[in-house]
């Protein structure tokens, strides 16, 4: 069964750090282009940040840009977003995705560019 499963949501204070995790099983990770996404409530969903499969190359919306970092451990599967000095909107329900991407060496934060996506977990940041 091909599956993304998100973990290490929770409550934070504002300026506090927490980070997301996300494992994949039944495909390989490190042969796509992955991508986290966050939905608030009332909100559409929006991309955040993603990495490409090959090079590493990386893009940041720009709400997060300074804050946040993407990262992937391929051996593990695994795929991550460390998220710092965080901030009371960021509160969302937070997915990852994936996309075996054509272009090896770009990644896009648009939705319907992945076709494998995680359940979602909350992060909520608040006093």
């Known amino acids: 069964q091909l599956q993304l499963v998100e973990s290490g949501g929770g409550l934070v204070q504002p300026g506090g750090s927490l980070r997301l995790s996300c494992a994949a099983s039944?495909?390989?990770?490190?042969?796509?282009?992955i991508g986290w996404f966050r939905q608030a409530p009332g909100k559409e969903r929006e991309g955040v940040s993603c990495?490409?499969?090959?090079?590493?190359?990386?893009y940041y919306a720009d709400s997060v840009k300074g804050r946040f970092t993407i990262s992937r451990d391929n051996p593990k599967n695994t795929m991550y977003l460390q998220k710092n000095s965080l901030k009371p909107e960021d509160t969302a329900v937070y997915y990852c995705?994936?996309?075996?991407?054509?272009?090896?060496?770009?990644?896009?934060?648009?939705?319907?560019?992945?076709?494998?996506w995680g359940q979602g977990t909350q992060v909520t940041v608040s006093s």
């Open positions: 995705a994936a996309t075996h991407a054509t272009v090896q060496t770009m990644c896009l934060i648009t939705r319907t560019w992945y076709n494998r």
């Open positions: 990495i490409s499969s090959s090079d590493g190359s990386t």
């Open positions: 039944g495909f390989t990770l490190g042969y796509y282009a």
